[in-house]
Nanobody
Framework: EVQLVESGGGLVQPGGFLSLSCAAS????????MSWFRQAPGKGLEWVSV????????IYADSVKGRFTISRNNAKNTLYLQMNSLKPEDTAVYYC?????????????????WGQGTQVIVSS
């Protein structure tokens, strides 16, 4: 059974940082691209970043480019999202997602499994 479990969310002040983790199990983690998505209150799902299976290629949404860093440790079956210079508009539930096939991009239809989400609140 595929499981994705996010952790690391919380309340942080503007300009602060948080590090999210996504523990994966039930599939061969090292052979699938992974993404982070987020959903702000009252808004739709927004793609944040993707990393390829080996971890050597990353892409970011313009809204987080230069502030967020996606990474993975295939030996530990874990996906990460380092979030720096956080803004109130980064407030959302953050989800990790597994690509349906080996590679994937920004389209949520390319993903077949999702975690339960972790809440990030950026507020003073």
């Amino acid at each position: 059974e595929v499981q994705l479990v996010e952790s690391g969310g919380g309340l942080v002040q503007p300009g602060g940082f948080l590090s999210l983790s996504c523990a994966a199990s039930g599939f061969t983690f090292s052979t699938y691209a992974m993404s982070w998505f987020r959903q702000a209150p009252g808004k739709g799902l927004e793609w944040v970043s993707v990393i390829n299976s080996a971890g050597g290629s990353t892409i970011y949404a313009d809204s987080v480019k230069g502030r967020f860093t996606i990474s993975r440790n295939n030996a530990k079956n874990t996906l990460y999202l380092q979030m720096n210079s956080l803004k109130p508009e980064d407030t959302a539930v953050y989800y990790c997602a597994k690509a349906r096939d080996g590679d994937a991009g920004w389209n949520m239809e390319e993903y077949d499994y999702w975690g339960q989400g972790t809440q990030v609140i950026v507020s003073s």
